[in-house]
């Protein structure tokens, strides 16, 4: 089981006014399901931007562009184990193939 962290910080977000991140937290998890996956796209953007190389910042645009294709309904995501058993039977009909075409 992970460990559970306690963090005391409190943030100034306007002269005299402070909350403390359990208190931000409150009242995120109270915000509608898409405005929560909003925050936290903002937040995990946030922390990409600071790290992202070049080829990083490639890889984030398109799961960004497969992300809101998704949510779009443009595509259909597969479950995970589905598309697993459809790579499977794919590469086993390479290796097949492949194997017939050595002398």
Do not use: C
């Amino acid at each position: 089981m992970p460990a559970v962290y306690t963090i005391h910080v409190s943030v100034e977000y306007a002269p005299g006014m402070t909350v403390s991140i359990e208190e931000l937290a409150s009242l995120a998890m109270s915000l509608p399901r898409e405005a929560r996956a909003q925050l936290v796209d903002l937040l995990v953007e946030s922390l990409d931007a600071e790290e992202a190389g070049p080829f990083d910042s490639l890889w984030l645009a398109e799961a960004k562009r497969r992300r809101d294709d998704v949510r779009s309904g443009r595509v259909q995501p597969i479950p995970g184990d589905e598309a697993l058993r459809g790579f499977e039977t794919r590469s086993l009909r390479s290796t097949e193939a492949n194997r017939q075409r050595l002398p």
